[in-house]
């Protein structure tokens, strides 16, 4: 059975699968789930902390929760509805932690510069135009930052996610109405920022790249033991 098990192909696997090889202990089976969530958690932890190494942080300590309480899970919506509540949670308690220990000084800094932008390396045959993407993909990530975080939160997981309005509202705990009333007054705050020829840029923002997605899948893992 041991054998079987280590031979399985749990990349392939399904989501219900993972999740009941995940709660007999099976650490392949959460690194699979945790693969394959790791880029949509990361951004909606990142819409949230407004800094990308915080939001690695936040959801390395969501997982450790998250694996404590598997046992928790009842199957009644995704594992990764769950696992959002829990991001959101871990990301919320992170900016409390902070309210209560920066000074004021170091708030009013941060209030200046909204988050950093990840810019991956990338060889391309057209330097100039790489070059204005990524000016695109740095105003856009700030507009998106500049939002207040509900309906960022609603941006991120719509529109640059791709969730739907009901699979939103269920991760938010929100009517779908909320949502689809956020995700408006979003767009439309920021049209007001950016100019239309920066659209084509939202499906790159926030990459959550190869490396960093292993490295967090691999500390996890590290820390469970597993």
Same mark, same amino acid.
């Given at each position: ?15 219900? *699968? ?13 690194? !699979? =789930? ?8 990361? &951004? ?25 309480? =598997?046992?928790?899970?009842?199957? /009644? ?5 769950? =696992?959002?509540?829990?991001? @959101?949670? *871990?990301?919320?308690? &992170? ?6 220990? +920066?000074?004021?000084?170091? +708030? /009013? ?13 990338? +060889? ?11 000016? !695109? ?12 975080? !509900? ?7 719509? /529109? ?7 699979? #939103? ?7 779908? /109405? #909320? +949502?689809? #009333?956020?995700?408006?007054?979003? $767009?439309?705050?920021?049209?007001? %920022? ?17 490396? $960093?997605?292993?490295? @967090?899948? !691999? %500390? ?7």
């Amino acid at each position: 059975m041991t054998a079987t098990l280590h031979a399985l192909d749990y990349a392939a696997l399904p989501e219900t *699968e993972l999740v009941a090889l995940a709660k007999a202990g099976r650490g392949e089976a959460f690194a !699979a =789930l945790m693969t394959r969530g790791n880029q949509r958690l990361f &951004r909606i932890a990142r819409s949230i902390v407004r800094d990308e190494g915080e939001a690695e942080d936040v959801l390395q300590e969501a997982y450790v929760r998250a694996f404590a309480k =598997l046992g928790d899970f009842r199957g /009644e919506a995704s594992i990764y509805t769950w =696992l959002t509540r829990i991001v @959101i949670n *871990e990301a919320h308690g &992170r900016l409390r932690r902070r309210r209560d220990t +920066v000074e004021l000084s170091e +708030v /009013e800094v941060a209030q200046g510069d909204p988050g950093q932008v990840l810019m991956f390396p990338g +060889v391309s045959d057209d330097p100039e135009r790489d070059a204005a993407r990524a000016e !695109a993909r740095r105003l856009l990530e700030r507009a998106v930052d500049a939002l207040p975080e !509900a309906f960022r939160l609603v941006f991120v997981m719509r /529109e640059v996610e791709g969730a739907s309005i009901a699979e #939103t509202a269920q991760a938010l705990g929100v009517r779908p /109405e #909320t +949502v689809k #009333t956020r995700l408006h007054r979003a $767009r439309r705050l920021l049209r007001q %920022a950016l100019d239309a020829q920066l659209a084509s840029a939202l499906t790159g923002a926030f990459p959550f790249l190869g490396a $960093r997605c292993e490295r @967090i899948t !691999a %500390a996890v893992l590290a820390r469970l033991g597993l």
